[in-house]
């Protein structure tokens, strides 16, 4: 009898963990507004065939809210790539085009299926996009793409 009252205990406990992580993540995925542009495919050297695209996101969870650009590339197969074969640079630009905060280039430094970067935040209120690069080795350089931006977004 007193191992079967222990089982439950330990049972609703896990639960109410596992309750209380459900709403923390919820609340934490609801502070986040994003919008992406369209998937741009190409392939490359070794037969790698990669998706890029941008991102606008909105931290609505901050005070006052913040505008990030995000650029990530993938393998279209989700097999990994060598380390160096993908790189990322994401750009945050103003609705009028200029440019607000970019990251540089970044590089797999090790065998991946991804890579992204993200710029840092922007407290200005406005209307913002992500419009960055993504590069994927050629056999003797990079061959440097650039997807569709991202929709506008307002912080």
Known sequence: ??????????LVTYFMIGF?????ITSVNAWI?????????YSD???YTYDSWH???????????????????????????????MGTS???YNSAGTLIANTGWKYNSSSANMLYSLTQSTTTKGTYYSH?????YNGNGYHT???????????
């Open 145 to 155: 793409y650039r997807a569709n931006r991202s929709p506008n977004m307002s912080n």
């Open 20 to 24: 209380l992580f459900s709403i923390c």
């Open 90 to 92: 994401a750009y945050l």
């Open 55 to 85: 991102e606008i996101w909105i931290d609505k969870g901050s005070t006052p809210n913040t505008a990030m650009g995000y650029t990530e590339v993938k393998t279209s197969n989700l097999s990994n790539a060598p380390a160096g074969y």
């Open 33 to 41: 507004d994003w919008s992406a542009g369209p998937t741009f495919r």
């Open 45 to 47: 050297f070794g037969g």
């Open 1 to 10: 009898m007193f191992k079967r009252k222990s089982n439950i205990k330990i």
């Open 132 to 136: 960055g690069y993504t590069q994927a």
